[in-house]
């Protein structure tokens, strides 16, 4: 193992999964909007869905890299997905608890990677330039992707406990609808960070 490029790569990695990004953003509306135990099953499909893109990345960086346009169409479309995600958010009243009819699910939270720019630039960088951190083999690269799930899922789960303690301040219909209104925004404002920065 070549520890300067693990520490090189550490660099990389939990900046990327602390940030905000589609997945974050969307974490902290939710759990600002069903609480944090609501939010778990889409954590659950953004860990499947994030580590199932890294895993077919891993093996298949030179073909990906290779073919631009399909990666740049699903960058669009991730930022379309995700600004109708912002402005469900954002219009939406401020739910109660035992109201989780309209709440996201295991399957968003797959979809979501497949269709997440971010996540595509991250494992493509992640493979290129530390994908031999741990070895040559796929296997090494496998390591590389559960590290970085060590790293992503405690960000995706600080962001929607951090959504769901605004909750509680936020407790009242007005102020409810004003956070709902401000997290939603940023979830656009990030799509349109996507679409303009690629």
Same mark, same amino acid.
């Given at each position: %193992? ?13 900046? &990327? ?11 902290? *509306?939710?759990?600002? @909007?069903?609480?944090f135990r609501?939010t778990?099953?889409?954590i659950g499909g &953004?860990a499947i869905? !994030?580590s199932?893109?890294g895993?077919?990345?891993?093996a /298949?960086?030179?073909?990906i890299? @290779?073919?631009?346009?399909i990666f740049?169409?699903?960058g669009i ?6 600004a109708y995600?912002?402005?469900?958010i *954002?219009?939406? *009243?401020? +739910?109660?608890?035992e109201?989780l009819s309209?709440a996201?699910g295991?399957?968003? #939270?797959i979809f979501?990677?497949?269709?997440? /720019?971010? +996540?595509?630039i991250?494992?493509?960088v ?7 951190v ?9 390591a590389?992707v559960? &590290?970085?799930?060590?790293f992503?899922?405690?960000?995706? &789960?600080? !962001? +929607?406990a951090? #959504?769901?303690y605004l @909750?509680?301040?936020?407790?009242s219909? @007005? +102020?409810?609808? *004003? ?5 939603? %925004? ?6 349109? !960070? ?5």
């Amino acid at each position: %193992m070549d520890t300067t490029l693990l520490y090189l790569a550490l660099l990389f990695i939990i900046p &990327m999964c602390f940030t905000p990004g589609p997945n974050n953003v969307l974490c902290a *509306a939710h759990g600002s @909007r069903f609480g944090f135990r609501s939010t778990l099953p889409l954590i659950g499909g &953004m860990a499947i869905g !994030w580590s199932a893109l890294g895993l077919v990345i891993g093996a /298949g960086t030179d073909i990906i890299a @290779r073919n631009e346009e399909i990666f740049e169409a699903l960058g669009i479309l991730g930022a379309a997905y995700i600004a109708y995600l912002g402005v469900k958010i *954002a219009t939406s *009243a401020p +739910a109660k608890d035992e109201n989780l009819s309209e709440a996201l699910g295991l399957r968003t #939270g797959i979809f979501l990677q497949i269709i997440n /720019g971010k +996540a595509w630039i991250h494992f493509l960088v992640l493979m290129t330039t530390f994908g031999t951190v741990f070895g040559d083999s796929y296997s090494a690269k496998v390591a590389l992707v559960a &590290m970085n799930l060590f790293f992503g899922l405690p960000a995706v &789960m600080t !962001w +929607a406990a951090f #959504g769901s303690y605004l @909750r509680k301040i936020f407790s009242s219909d @007005r +102020a409810g609808k *004003a956070l709902n209104t401000i997290l939603g %925004m940023a979830l656009v404002a990030v799509a349109l !960070w996507i679409v303009l920065s690629s």
